[in-house]
């Protein structure tokens, strides 16, 4: 086998962003805080919202986003092996297998499906499944990650001990891979996961812990994004996140053969202003070098999708960049994943 056929290579994405927008102002009003710490602190200056119709439910949203990624490759649904789904449990129903539903929207009924999670590291998770599957099985050559977030929903922003996450948003992404496709190559990925923080960020009810009721649902108890103990996650998550952040994209660059002053865009998540611009400054980026999604929101796991296409858009990302993708999810999972932009360098 030659070299570039042991590449797996990005042939597109898509991306589908409700209609529906909630400002800072907006989110102000909801939950009391000033405008101003909204846009400036949290580093919002809008969000995507879902918005009434069907197409904003979350799976739907995937599909969306699946065929965009599709058209965008020119490519028959049927030449895809494998799909993932990277959306969230939150979704149309709540035990369901959403990437069968997806698979058969798009046509791809050549393929075989499955759903991934790991909260908003799961693209990064998924990328490195499906670049592992593909190497390992010949019969896998085109791989779609596809899935929809609105963990939206879940925040009450009364609630002061989820501020963090007002940040919430709704979106759908996908991402077409290829075996042999010297192009937008996928390199290497690390992740890391610590379960001391398994239980920090919750939605109480539904579970088996705490059964729905009608009495929970006429409450409205127990039905949103809760953190038991605020304070004492915020300690123990201060000594470690942001030093997680650096070793997973430092990780993944030296495993790809690169030094941290080799990367040229860090394609990150939505999080708070100063949270951003410290790992940008850690690794060595100016504010040039990534996109700040403070008018998109946080759309969990399809943020680094979405700051992809931005990145391109922009002019962020040229030929032969190397790119880092990076996230982390409550629970809690960092990741980050390597990618060399375009058909290389010439060096």
Known sequence: M???????????????????????????????????????????RQKHVPGPGPEDHTCEMGILAAREAIAKAGIDPKEIDLVIYIGEEHKEYPVWT????????????????????????????????????MMADDSIQTALLAGGYRNVDLIDYENPRTRFMFNLAAGGGAML????????????????TDGAFAEDVIVPAGGTKMPLTSDLLNQGQGLYLDVPDPEGMKQRLDHTSMARFVEVIRRAAEKSGWQLSDIDYLAILHMKKSAHDYVLREI??????????????????LDQILSLELGVEQGKIKNGDRVILVSAGIGYAWGATAIQWGKGRNE
């Open 98 to 133: 959403a990437a069968l539903k997806l698979q058969h929207e798009i046509g791809a009924v050549n393929a075989w499906a499955f759903d991934a999670a790991l909260r908003c590291g799961t693209t990064i998770m998924a990328l490195k499944v499906a670049k592992s599957l």
């Open 2 to 44: 030659s070299l570039s056929n042991e590449l797996i290579g990005i042939l597109s994405t898509g991306m589908y962003m409700p209609q529906t927008i909630m400002t800072a102002k907006d989110i102000a009003e909801a939950s009391g805080l000033p405008e101003d710490v909204v846009e400036q602190k949290l580093g919002i």
């Open 177 to 192: 891979l290829r075996k042999g496709h010297a192009c937008n190559v996928v390199l290497e990925s690390h992740l890391i």
């Open 284 to 301: 060595g980026l100016s504010e040039e070098q990534s996109v700040y999604l403070q008018d998109y929101g946080h759309v969990g796991q």
